[in-house]
């Protein structure tokens, strides 16, 4: 017989696993948690690499494969993200420099990137019609740079073979595509664009011939015929008053000239001839010397250069020096053109300058008449201005008897040849002075660069 609390175990027993089941009934009526997306995400890229564990693994292989595909996951997911931004930050970067260097030119730092930027955007352009334009707009940048170079007088050799090389790829990369898609009606607009280019490239064919700068990427004037004169009897040419030769594979002529009457000599000319055409060039021949009249103040000038052009300035260096042969430190120096046919440090009406502490100065000349002697006189103030005289005569554009030839007025006088005139000696005094010409000839070689 059993007692009551026999009884008692037996009906807990009985109700608490009713009691435990509807407990579990409820709970699965409470909603789903679902996994979170990054969770999911590595899960499908974990299934997909085949680093899922194997459902016939052992316990044990499965504790120790779950932990090295688990660390191996990881490092991956962390290496994939690493790299991907890194390129992310890479484009983002050069796109952005590519941006700032749209406007760069060819002497700027972030110009290489402008280039690089150019060549990538027409890598990645598929469509022909848009290719053959931006291989048009591109064409257009290296004339437009070109135009830049030439306006500054900036020209030098690898830079302008460099843009007229990139200027002749593109057209002809727009030129290919356009005879390939001659069907497309919006290339012919392009062949409009192309021949308004030609016409631009023949402009900027005009302008770099009559630009002095473009004289460091001529080629000698070989066999150019050159004959030196002078139009007084102040100078001696080899013991006559012209001399003729014929310029070596360099475009040298070698003479010798004496100089009797230092300061009043027409200066040289040399008459160049070559392919049919002839062009005269006036050289300066001699320092220029001036003394008070009473003796006190003596002036010497020297030329840093041994040409002269209409419109274009040379540098004279005066020394002033006492009459005792010392150094004239700090005095005014007043230098006129009593002909009025040169500007003096671009005034007309002359210029004052001081002397160093060493007597030394420096100002321009700038010979603005072509038919009209200039004649440099220089005052030295002291207490008063005292006169040196005419210290330096710039001649006409003439030759030996036979008159002006026909030079044009404008800048690009003598624009056919670039002349070097290069003393052997450092100055030139009363004795015979030995003189290299080197001829170079501006319009028969520069065009060749942008054909």
């Not at 053959?132 to 500054?152: C, D």
């Not at 490239?201 to 001529?218: C, D, E, F, H, Q």
């Not at 120096?333 to 002397?355: C, F, K, M, P, Y």
Request: net charge positive.
């Amino acid at each position: 017989m059993r007692d009551g609390k026999s009884d008692i175990r037996a009906t807990r027993a009985t109700r608490e696993p009713e009691e435990l089941l509807v407990i579990v009934d409820q709970i699965r009526l409470l909603p789903r948690a679902e996994p979170r997306l990054r969770f999911r995400a590595k899960i499908a890229i974990i299934s997909l690499l085949g680093l899922m564990p194997s459902a016939t693994a052992t316990g044990a292989q499965r504790s120790r494969s779950n932990g090295s595909r688990r660390a191996a996951g990881a490092f991956f997911e962390r290496w994939v993200g690493t790299v991907a931004l890194a390129l992310f930050i890479a484009l983002v970067s050069f796109w952005s420099l590519a941006g700032l260097a749209v406007h760069a030119g060819p002497n700027d730092n972030l110009y290489f990137l402008k280039r690089a930027g150019e060549g990538l955007n027409l890598s990645l352009t598929w469509n022909s019609y848009k290719k053959a334009e931006k291989s048009v707009v591109f064409a257009e940048r290296r004339l437009s740079e070109l135009n830049s170079l030439v306006s500054k007088k900036e020209i030098k050799t690898d830079q302008v073979v460099c843009l007229a090389a990139e200027c002749e790829r593109y057209q002809q990369t727009a030129n290919s595509l356009i005879l390939e898609n001659q069907k497309n009606s919006n290339m012919a607009r392009l062949d409009t664009r192309i021949q308004e280019l030609e016409e631009k490239k023949s402009n900027l064919k005009k302008r770099m011939v009559t630009v002095a700068g473009a004289a460091g990427i001529l080629e000698p004037a070989a066999g150019a015929r050159v004959c030196v004169s002078d139009a007084s009897d102040a100078l001696s040419l080899n013991g006559a008053r012209s001399i003729s030769g014929v310029t070596d594979s360099e475009g040298k002529f070698l003479f010798t000239f004496k100089n009797f009457r230092p300061g009043d000599a027409e200066p040289l000319q040399a008459a160049i001839e070559l392919d049919g055409r002839t062009e005269i060039v006036p050289l300066v021949p001699a320092r220029g010397q001036g003394v008070t009249l009473d003796g006190t103040y003596a002036v010497r000038l020297d030329p840093s250069g041994f040409m002269i052009q209409l419109n274009q300035d040379v540098e004279y260096q005066a020394f002033l020096s006492s009459g005792n042969f010392e150094l004239a430190r700090g005095k005014n120096l007043r230098i006129t053109d009593a002909a009025g046919s040169s500007l003096i440090n671009e005034v007309s009406s002359g210029a004052v300058i001081q002397t160093d502490s060493n007597g030394n100065c420096a100002f321009h000349v700038k010979k603005m008449r072509a038919d009209k002697i200039s004649r440099i006189e220089i005052e030295v103030f002291d207490g008063q201005w005292k006169s040196l005289g005419e210290v330096l005569r710039l001649g006409t554009l003439k030759t030996g008897g036979s008159g002006n030839p026909d030079v044009s007025m404008s800048n690009d006088i003598n624009a056919g040849f670039d002349i070097q005139c290069d003393p052997e000696l450092e100055s030139l005094g009363a004795g015979p002075q030995k003189i290299t010409l080197t001829v170079r000839d501006r319009s028969r070689k520069l065009t060749d660069y942008i054909e």
